[in-house]
């Protein structure tokens, strides 16, 4: 029993030293990885279900640009503004510039033609945007 108890709080210690150094997004590499490009929204995930985009999602965009500025695309709708980083540095928040519309979006992985990020809606749904270098 002893080893059990052991052995339960080596991997406790493991696990919850790994979510603390973790492999979390910094700031520079959101700098350095997101911006500056037009990505395209290739695919959504939501619920663990890969979709395409709809018809009129098809030329949706998001577009970081390296003076803090953005422009979103949705459902063939653009929005202009300002974008932050927030913390944790693994967010990023897009603001237009009448405050009418703004969204936070996770950073879950950037690559150098394709990321991900994600956004949880105000009823906590996630939607996972896979993103492609225009």
């Not at 709080?9 to 959101?30: M, P």
């Not at 395209?40 to 970081?64: C, M, R, T, W």
């Not at 879950?108 to 990020?117: A, D, L, Q, R, V």
């Amino acid at each position: 029993m002893k080893n059990l108890a052991f052995l339960f709080f080596i991997f406790t210690s493991f696990t919850l030293r790994a979510q603390i150094s973790g492999d979390q997004i910094t700031a520079d590499e959101i700098k350095k990885g997101l911006t500056g490009k037009e990505w395209k929204i290739i695919k959504y995930e939501l619920f663990g279900v890969d979709s395409a985009p709809l018809p009129e999602q098809v030329n949706d965009i998001i577009s970081l640009k390296n003076d803090m500025t953005f422009v979103v695309v949705e459902n063939g709708k653009e929005y202009k503004g300002k974008w932050t980083i927030l913390n944790p540095v693994v967010y990023i928040n897009c603001k237009e510039s009448s405050g009418l519309w703004s969204k936070t979006y996770k950073v879950i992985s950037i690559g150098e033609k394709e990321s991900i990020i994600e956004y949880k809606d105000p009823d906590l749904i996630k939607t996972k945007y896979h993103l492609e270098v225009k």
